[in-house]
């Protein structure tokens, strides 16, 4: 299970939290210390995996940006290492060729499509189409509330088809 | 630059970036967090727009990692909004901003059931998503049902159903009661059909939880799981959209993989054969390819292939039930073992860093399968030059393989690689490092000296990194092993003279940092170990008590307040071993007691004021401070320290499952049993110091927990708490030196008749009214028993007030067992009733017990014990006492067992054969075969039968593979008479066993063979916390396990000799 993800810049500026296990504020605050400690001093010829207090931190470094999961000790390194891939895909996908910038400025967007990859620290969709699909209905139903237009499950059941 | 959509919130995200600094940063948050509060206090101005820029605000702040107070009702609020915008905002920010015990939380369960059974789809997700997040216990109780409808509900559509699916295994993580397995399994199995991939995806995560608590329920997914996984990886039948870099969906193939792993074994011939022929498609047909993702991904599957065939075929060696057409392909399959190694060995050394940490990980959890070992160590070389890798994860994962493959034969080279890489290695390892290296040394050490250089060698090199424990269970070591004290007090006065510690010792002194820390617990054990064996090398040159006092005393100085205590008990025992008595060294000692009498430090005050008073005690000295007495064996604390590392996973893994039940199989009837660290306290040759733990006890009374350094406890009012186990190991070494307080004041009290205020106080903090049969007893009844059975002395019960050890001698068919019943504490126990509830083949006769037992004193019992004919029952002892309001009674088996009346013999070729063909069939030879045996090596079979005494009779057997032993049982009704025993053992299969027993006499034949048959199947211990006054079951208790133990007509027949 994926316990936390983060998205922490080069300089170890947090640009995205999600926490699938409960962590005070306060621990929140302390893993991400701490991570950024260990995960932005390593060198670029090392493997992607971090033993953390018994559990493993899967990173990838995306131009300025580190992209970090922290799961079990036994669970799947790999597979973990191309979700995050498969996120990083999918943001690029949408914003057009993502970069650090895009995601500060629409972090909530950054959340949405989080939300429709991963649900309780698993992976609930590996189709990058359908990810997309379902972004662009959710964008959809927000645009057209806001103009007021015509009834609103008529425009999902479009959209989401 | 691409904005938020919202401009005030884009403009509050460049202002908090164009912030120089940390300080101007929370100013502006500050400055955000105070209007966005006036905003909401009027909250009827704010239109919806507002509010969800609001709160996105606030979340944005709070990722940033400042506390954010308030607002958290209107971001709940917004989830009962009627449109879509509004709620998509509450739910996600919630989601977020809360975490699943938060009180508001609650307030949102009715909105958000609502949500998931109403109708309206986008609801359902937003809602579900916000559930799968982060619900908690209550949510899993309210909305469990709602979410599993909605996962089979033919009208909901994908999106919906694999977002139930996940909510539900949240739900399930936080309590698994909701999901009730009757009805469910079917359903389950009915998902795994499913064609939609993200349904499917979602359905697996939520197996892999369900089976890892309960695979049973869930058999009929199995077929299911295998089917899904030829789908993708053979058949390749899949949306195209599903297919990652041209691989179908690694992540489905890995999630079914991984609850294939649960399932302890698959029977179906054919479904195990499918699966096997999947696996080995993708063993083989795994590339390297150059581009990154599709090689990870492809090895994502090749890894989760090759744990689950290390799953599969690890429990071949332990042997559960498989049909004889499974066996038939085990054949292949270990063939495949072999491929799978072969791949690891060439994954280590490859250059993409990824790969070589996960070869090394994956070697590591191979290392389960009995038989790959020593494929593994051929790699030896290659995993050493890992230990020395760039990158710090690759470097743990070597230390943990070479740690996990160690062995007798490899142990020494290990070791000093490691030792050697301690100098270098970064600070982050360095006890990890230390740590595995004392547990090697300890278990594999090839001779004890080189134990000795090692340990001493890893506490120089390591330093400050070494943890105490180290050098506790040096100290352990040295006690409990005399050939080694001499050898030990020449390193410890070694490393004391040495130049290096004057060095340091010199720059300390002018002041100048660092001061080396390495030097207080090389300090501290070379004064240790010098106090308490130093005399042993007092014909050697130097080494006059004299001579050892001057070395260490020269250090005093410069040494560390927590290491003056210990060198005090050093000096006193120096003291003590001068005879003739020294009286210019004596007043040398005594200068220092005086001067330490006004210490400010507690715990050297005490030590001083009480040694100066003893060493004027003269010969009552020499009792007190005698030697320390051995160590009853138990776990290292070392290895217990490694073990504890326990996370809080989301679920248990696997391997770790396989892991215990390998563990459990392969308990070893040896004295090392585990036995959870609660040490024996009181030992039998202490007779004379009947109070060494008199305030201890009644901590231990108090707590429950292990008793602790009476010392300690008093001086140091420290709650009890993990450290009480590391407390406990050093209550051995310590227990004359550490508590002189306890030791020492009772010895005021019976030399002097003064008034003790230590104990008094102690006593005064009895619980008075402990409700009845509330005594626990202190470590594990069973093994104690268990470990009689093997030695004639140690402690066969204890509880916070008595200790019932023994001491038997065996002849014959004669035993005298000494009972000493010793009262820890300061008031007397009455009604002491012992009552022997003796087997029908045993005549036993107890001596007088005294009704009364008197604070702290010991009484013995004798026992007189003779066997009249061969038999495996075992006698009882009815033991009952009252200790205040509380009466007390416990049955304890007795270790006179049918073992103890054998008298091992060495036979000869000659004496033998005769021997063997002249007792030919039953039932005077039987012969068994027996299954569900410990996996043991041979030589731990070997050490397990001399422990019995059953000699073992090398050689006599010309197949290595077997084993014969001799011996000689006595009873009264058959005098003395000959045993042979022969062992046949598969090395192919360690669990299954041949053994023919032969002697003169048809009962002794039968009961012999059922004695050792019980030594040898696992013996399942006895739960660790007994409930109070449950005694061991009398007689019957140690299990025999017939049907694991059917005899194979087949063999019968065979005869081989």
Redesign the interface.
């Known amino acids: 299970?994926i316990?936390f993800v983060l998205l922490i810049s080069r300089q170890g500026k947090?640009r995205?939290?999600?926490?699938?296990?409960?962590?005070?504020?306060k621990e929140?605050?302390k893993v991400?210390r701490e991570l950024s400690g260990v995960i932005l001093t390593r060198?670029p010829?090392?493997?992607?995996?971090?033993?953390w207090?018994?559990?493993k931190v899967v990173y990838k470094r995306y131009a300025s940006l580190y992209f970090c999961m922290c799961i079990?000790?036994?669970d799947?390194?790999?597979?973990v290492?191309?979700?995050i891939?498969?996120y990083v895909e999918i943001l690029d996908r949408y914003?057009g060729s993502v970069c650090e910038?895009?995601l500060?400025?629409?972090?909530?967007k950054a959340?949405?499509i989080l939300?429709e990859l991963l649900?309780?620290?698993?992976?609930?969709?590996?189709?990058?189409?359908?990810v997309a699909r379902?972004i662009a209905a959710?964008d959809a139903?927000?645009e057209t509330?806001?103009e007021q237009a015509s009834s609103?499950?008529n425009i999902?059941a479009q959209a989401?088809k | 630059m691409a904005l938020s959509g919202m401009r005030g919130l884009s403009v509050f995200i460049s202002d908090v970036r164009n912030c120089q600094n940390k300080e101007q940063e929370r100013l502006r948050v500050d400055k955000e967090l105070g209007n966005v509060r006036t905003r909401f206090k009027n909250e009827k101005g704010l239109t919806p727009y507002e509010k969800k820029k609001y709160v996105w605000k606030m979340l944005y702040i709070y990722m940033l990692g400042y506390d954010v107070d308030f607002g958290h009702m209107e971001a709940v609020s917004l989830i009962s909004a009627p449109k879509y915008p509004e709620k998509q905002v509450g739910y996600i920010v919630t989601s977020c901003l809360l975490n699943e015990n938060h009180d508001f939380l609650r307030l949102a369960i009715n909105t958000v059931r609502n949500d998931i059974i109403g109708r309206n789809e986008t609801f359902q997700c937003l809602a579900l998503t916000m559930v799968g997040n982060i619900g908690g216990r209550e949510f899993a109780e309210s909305l469990a049902p709602d979410v599993q409808k909605l996962i089979i509900s033919s009208s909901c559509r994908p999106l919906v159903r694999k977002k139930a699916a996940l909510c539900l295994l949240r739900l399930y993580r936080k309590n698994p009661d909701v999901v009730n397995v009757d009805g469910w399994a079917d359903r389950m199995a009915q998902l795994l059909d499913e064609r939609d991939l993200g349904v499917l995806t979602s359905s697996m995560s939520l197996l892999v939880a369900l089976v890892a608590n309960n695979h049973e329920a869930y058999w009929s997914c199995l077929p299911k799981c295998v089917k899904t996984l030829e789908r993708l990886a053979r058949n390749q039948d899949i949306p195209q959209e599903y297919t990652y870099y041209g691989i179908p969906s690694p992540w489905l193939q890995v999630k079914t993989m991984r609850a294939l792993q649960y399932f302890p074994t698959i029977e179906d011939p054919n479904t195990r054969r499918s699966l096997f022929e999947v696996l080995q498609r993708i063993l083989m047909g795994t590339d390297v390819v150059k581009n990154v993702n599709k090689n990870n991904a492809s090895h994502a599957v090749l890894f989760e292939a090759l744990a689950l065939v290390n799953m599969l075929l690890c429990l071949v060696g332990i042997g559960t039930g498989l049909s004889p057409q499974t066996v038939m392909h085990l054949d292949a399959e270990k063939e495949m073992m072999s491929q799978c190694v072969a791949l690891l060995g060439k994954f280590i050394a490859v250059r993409e860093p990824n790969i070589r940490y996960l070869g090394l990980e994956n070697m590591t959890r191979m290392l389960m399968v009995t038989d790959v070992q020593d494929i593994i160590k051929r790699h030896q070389a290659q995993i050493i030059t890992s230990l020395k890798d760039p990158d710090i994860s690759i470097r743990r994962r070597a230390l943990d393989l070479l740690y996990g493959m160690c062995d007798v034969s490899n142990a020494k080279d290990i070791v000093e690689e490691i030792l050697q890489y301690l100098s270098t290695a970064e600070f982050a390892m360095r006890e990890e490092l230390s740590l595995k290296a004392a547990i090697l040394a300890e278990k594999f050490a090839p001779d004890l000296s080189w134990y000795v250089d090692v340990i001493l060698q890893l506490i120089d090199k390591a330093g400050d990194f070494v943890s105490d424990d180290i050098w506790f269970r040096v100290v352990q070591f040295v006690t409990n092993n005399e050939d080694l004290q001499p050898y030990a007090a020449v390193k410890a006065k070694e490393y004391l003279d040495k130049p290096a510690i004057h060095e340091t010792m010199v720059k300390f002194q002018n002041g100048l940092p660092p001061f080396s820390f390495n030097i207080p617990a090389m300090f501290k054990v070379s004064a240790y170990i010098l106090g308490e064996f130093g005399h042993l090398l007092s014909r050697r040159p130097g080494c006059s008590p004299k001579e050892l006092f001057s070395i260490i005393h020269d250090k005093l100085p410069t040494v560390s307040t927590s290491t003056i205590p210990i060198l005090l008990s050093t000096y006193a025992k120096i003291l003590m071993h001068s005879q003739p008595p020294d009286p210019e060294l004596q007043n040398q000692i005594w200068a220092i007691f005086s001067k330490y009498e006004s210490c400010i430090d507690v715990e050297i005050q005490q030590r001083a004021a009480e040694y100066f008073a003893l060493s004027r005690k003269g010969a009552a000295l020499m009792d007190i401070l005698a030697e320390m007495p051995k160590f009853p064996e138990r776990q290292s604390s070392l290895i217990k320290k490694a073990e504890d590392t326990e996370v809080d996973t989301a679920e248990q893994s696997a391997i770790k499952l396989r892991a215990q039940q390998q563990v459990s199989n392969a308990l070893v009837v040896t004295d090392q049993r585990p036995a959870n660290g609660t040490p024996l306290v009181g030992q039998l040759s202490l007779v004379k110091v009947p109070s060494m733990n008199n305030n201890t006890d009644v901590n231990s009374a108090d707590r429950g927990l292990s008793p602790e350094n009476g010392a300690l406890t008093t001086v140091d009012p420290q709650p009890p708490s993990a450290d009480a186990d590391l407390l406990g190991d050093l209550l051995g070494p310590l227990a004359i030196e550490g508590p002189p307080t306890s030791a020492v004041q009772s010895q005021h009290n019976i030399v002097s008749g003064l008034e003790s205020d230590g104990v008094v106080e102690a006593a005064a903090i009895v619980p008075v009214d402990e409700p009845q049969n509330s005594v626990q007893p202190i470590g594990n009844t069973a093994e104690r028993f268990n470990a009689l059975c093997l030695k004639d002395s140690g402690v066969l019960y204890e509880n916070p007030h008595i200790q019932i050890g023994i001491k038997a001698e065996w002849r014959l068919h004669h035993g005298r067992l000494v009972l000493f019943l010793g009262n820890k504490n300061t008031t007397p126990l009455v009604s002491v009733q012992a009552i022997i509830l003796p087997p029908a083949h045993l005549k036993m006769e107890l001596s007088l017990v005294p009704e009364i037992i008197p604070p702290r004193a010991q009484v013995q019992c004798p026992l007189e014990v003779v066997n009249l004919h061969p038999s495996r029952d075992v006698a009882v002892l009815d033991f009952s006492y009252k200790f205040g309001n509380n009466a007390v009674n416990v049955k304890l088996r007795l270790p006179a067992v049918l073992s103890k009346f054998l008298q091992p013999i060495s036979v000869s070729v000659e004496e033998f054969f005769p021997q063997w063909r002249l007792l030919s069939g039953p039932p005077l030879k039987l012969q068994e075969v027996v299954r569900g045996v410990k996996p043991l090596p041979l030589m731990e079979v070997a050490n397990l039968l001399n422990s019995f005494r059953l000699n073992v009779c090398p050689g006599l057997d010309p197949n290595p593979n077997n084993l014969v032993a001799s011996t000689t049982f006595s009873s009264e009704s058959t005098q003395a008479l000959l045993c042979l025993i022969r062992i046949e053992t598969d090395p192919a299969d360690r669990t299954q066993l041949r053994m023919t027993i032969a002697s003169g006499d048809p009962t002794l034949t039968f009961e012999l063979k059922e004695f050792i048959k019980e030594q040898l199947v696992s013996i399942p211990t006895a739960p660790r916390p007994q409930p109070p006054q449950v005694p061991p079951a009398p007689p019957v208790a140690q299990p025999t396990s017939s049907a694991a133990a059917l005899s194979d007509p087949g063999a019968l027949l065979a005869g081989l000799l």
């Open positions: 299970m316990h947090v995205l939290t999600k926490w699938y296990s409960p962590y005070s504020q929140r605050n991400i060198g010829k090392l493997c992607n995996f971090v033993e207090r018994g559990y079990d000790q036994d799947n390194e790999l597979e290492l191309e979700i891939h498969h914003f910038l895009d500060i400025f629409n972090f909530h959340y949405y939300d649900i309780a620290g698993e992976l609930q969709e590996s189709s990058k189409k359908t379902l959710q139903l927000v509330a806001k609103i499950s999902i989401t």
